[in-house]
C-alpha cells in the first residue's frame, strides 16, 4: 500500500512539472526580455530590456509603424544595431508628426544574442 501511495505521488508531482515546463519561453542564452510601447498625443515611448548570460553580446533593432486603415505600415522612426554584454536596456521617447493619440502603432524589436538566441516580435498601441 505505502509503494503505492509513494508511486502514485511520484506519477502527479512529474504531471504536474509537465505542465509547468512551456508556461514561458526558454532561449539559451537570453534570461529576459521584456518590452512596452505608448503613445501621449504625438509622443512615443518605447522600452525594450534584455538581460542574458553575463558577457553574451546583445544586439537590437527597434521600429516603430504607423498601421494604416489598409493594413500598410508607415515608418515612423527606428534604431539599429543597438548594442550590449550580459544586458541591455533601451528607454526612449520621441516625438513625431506621424503619432497621434488614436490609431494603430506598432513597435517591432529584434533581438539577438551571440548568434545562439533570437527574438522577432511587436508591440501593439491601438486607441
Do not use: Q
Not at 43 to 65: E, H, R
Not at 67 to 73: A, D, I, K, P, R
Not at 91 to 109: Q, W
Request: aromatic share 12%; glycine share 6%; with cysteine.
Amino acid at each position: 500500500m505505502r509503494k503505492r501511495l509513494v508511486s502514485a505521488f511520484v506519477l502527479v508531482v512529474m504531471v504536474l512539472s509537465l505542465g509547468t515546463a512551456h508556461a514561458a519561453p526558454r532561449w539559451n542564452k537570453i534570461w529576459t526580455c521584456n518590452s512596452s510601447f505608448s503613445i501621449s498625443g504625438t509622443t512615443a515611448s518605447c522600452y525594450l530590456d534584455v538581460t542574458a548570460d553575463p558577457g553574451t553580446k546583445i544586439t537590437a533593432n527597434i521600429k516603430v509603424v504607423r498601421v494604416n486603415s489598409n493594413g500598410s505600415e508607415t515608418p515612423v522612426c527606428s534604431w539599429r544595431n543597438l548594442t550590449g554584454t550580459g544586458s541591455y536596456t533601451f528607454d526612449r521617447t520621441f516625438t513625431s508628426s506621424l503619432l497621434s493619440p488614436s490609431g494603430t502603432y506598432r513597435m517591432y524589436y529584434t533581438v539577438d544574442a551571440d548568434g545562439v538566441d533570437y527574438i522577432d516580435n511587436y508591440v501593439v498601441y491601438k486607441k
